[in-house]
């Protein structure tokens, strides 16, 4: 079993930072691309950043220049450095990465989502 367990959520107030983690556990193989996504009240779900294995990144326009995701393949961990933080962040965060958990057998895992909530 591969788990992915998220932290560093909470409550900020406008134009502050917060950092996501998120570790993932278990049989693991390799891990490819590992991002986060997000979910406000009555939206779907988006994608926020994304990270590859091979180093590439790419972020959704809303928050290019103002978030930040980073990861240490020695830890199964990938971060989001969240800075300039707008009431419109408020939502739910999710973690994903695609791990094989075996030579041939791979999928997508998702954590449990940490709530993030930008006060004005």
């Known amino acids: 079993q591969v788990q992915l367990v998220e932290s560093g959520g909470g409550l900020v107030q406008a134009g502050g930072s917060l950092m996501l983690s998120c570790a993932a556990s278990?049989?693991?193989?390799?891990?490819?691309?590992m991002g986060w996504y997000r979910q406000a009240p009555g939206k779907q779900r988006e994608l926020v950043a994304a990270?590859?294995?091979?180093?590439?990144?790419n972020y959704a326009d809303s928050v290019k220049g103002r978030f930040t995701i980073s990861r240490d393949n020695a830890k199964n961990t990938v971060y989001l450095q969240m800075n300039s933080l707008k009431p419109e962040d408020t939502a739910v965060y999710y973690c994903?990465?695609?791990?094989?958990?075996?030579?041939?057998?791979?999928?997508?895992?998702w954590g449990q989502g940490t709530q993030v909530t930008v006060s004005t």
């Open positions: 994903n990465a695609d791990i094989n958990y075996t030579f041939a057998s791979r999928r997508d895992y």
């Open positions: 990270s590859t294995s091979g180093g590439s990144t």
């Open positions: 278990g049989r693991i193989f390799s891990i490819h691309t």
